[in-house]
């Protein structure tokens, strides 16, 4: 994982805008209609190179495919792995079922438009496993392909996979005796994924919302102890999924939900973060811009960040319109490298994606490019505030 000497680097957590057409095909497809894959590929193609561009052109230093040939950023499993089917029923996030009349205001929202639904994934009917492999090989190459013209204009390319507590949280289990078992099986399918990622040259990100996330949705009416023993459950499994991979060449996402919501009821990062600090990765990106969790980066003036790993600031909020000044997001840089304690350990980044699921749309297109202009500028401001 690069680090700058120099300057503070920046990227952002993986998902960007796809085109109607492309949300179309993803749409149909998760909804278990046909379609037509090589058009499928085709678009998939076309987009990806059209999301490298713009990050290069925005400025993002390290980049990715935007997640744009995938249906969202956990389920698109369902195609590549053994095991599910039918649909689940996902429990609503505890903030959104505080407030009816945000219940209604959001139902309104998230239903406007076509696209593929995050609370109705499949579910877990059989056994877990990674049946198609070519699929992530596929991704691989497609991106190294699409990037090479571009040599020099950026530092470094990474590729998201998801945890596997999201799938298991997320995507009932009808099959296996225990959570324990699904979430073992899961991991061993998406290790598969990780390892295709890192020897593809990429840095991997592991997407676990479900590491804060659930204590709100799957685990809201349980004790803590309960949901924390869940983190455990699953930092061990993604231990177990990058065995003998570099640890400098994985980093952490760990958010409470991409959603604009009151967020009230978000376990507070000091409640999970030793068991999230056991995880063998290089680095974890964290939300750190949104009202909720912005004051949690004091917490690092602790030397709670683990030894040789960097901290990936969330700078720039994916759930909202505005877009952040270049001297907001350079505070918020500056601030974090002064509670790690060490500049060269932090990168920039936004809380979480802009499209995590095909259709699902907080912030426009436009501002998405203007936001990520944004980073780079603040980046810019911090970097010559702190190293001159």
């Known amino acids: 994982m690069q680090v700058s000497e120099k300057r503070f680097l920046t990227t952002h957590a993986g998902s ?3 085109p109607k057409a492309l949300v179309h095909l993803h749409a149909e497809r998760a909804a278990g209609r046909a379609i037509d894959l090589p058009d499928l590929v085709a678009q998939t193609e076309t987009a990806e190179r059209n999301a490298v561009a713009k990050q290069i052109e925005s400025g993002v230093d390290i980049i990715n495919d935007g997640e744009v040939g995938r249906e969202s950023f956990f389920t698109y499993v369902r195609h590549r792995m053994t095991g599910f089917a039918n649909q689940s029923q996902r429990p609503i996030m505890r903030d959104i079922t505080m407030y009816p009349s945000f219940l209604e205001y959001i139902m309104k929202t998230a239903t406007s438009g ?9 579910e877990a009917v059989g056994a877990v496993a990674y049946r198609d492999a070519p699929a992530i090989a596929a991704d691989c190459e497609r991106l190294k392909k699409l990037v090479a013209p571009h040599a ?7 590729m998201t996979s998801p945890s596997p507590g999201i799938i298991a949280a997320a995507m009932t289990n009808k099959h296996y005796p225990s959570m324990a078992e699904y979430v073992a099986a899961v991991g061993n399918a998406l290790a598969v994924e990780y390892r295709a990622i890192v020897n593809a040259g990429f840095v991997l990100q592991i997407d676990a919302p479900d590491l804060a996330m659930e204590r709100h949705t799957l685990f809201a009416d349980k004790p803590l102890g309960e949901f924390l023993d ?28 991409n959603y604009n919501g009151p967020h009230e009821c978000d376990v507070p990062l000091n409640d999970i973060w030793p068991e999230i600090a056991k995880a063998h990765v290089g680095g974890y990106l964290l939300s750190l811009a949104n009202p909720r969790h912005e004051h949690e980066v ?4 602790k030397g709670i960040l683990p030894k040789d790993t960097v901290l990936i600031a969330g700078a720039i909020d994916t759930t909202s319109n505005y877009v952040e000044h270049p001297q907001v997001v350079a ?3 500056e601030r974090a490298a002064k509670a790690v304690g060490d500049p060269h350990r932090v990168m920039a980044g936004t809380d979480c994606g802009f499209e995590t699921s095909a259709g699902f749309v907080m912030v426009v297109e436009d501002v998405v490019w203007a936001k990520l202009r944004a980073l780079r500028d603040g980046a810019a401001i911090a970097s010559q505030r702190v190293f001159g």
């Open 152 to 158: 020099g204009k950026f530092a470094e390319t990474f």
């Open 331 to 333: 505070t918020r840089i």
């Open 298 to 301: 004091a917490l690092f003036e």
């Open 16 to 18: 960007l805008p796809k």
């Open 114 to 122: 076509e696209q593929v639904s995050l609370l109705a994934p499949p």
């Open 230 to 257: 869940f983190v455990k459950l699953v930092v061990a499994a993604i231990n177990r999924g990058l065995e003998g991979l570099p640890k400098d060449r994985v980093r952490l996402h760990v958010c409470w939900g």
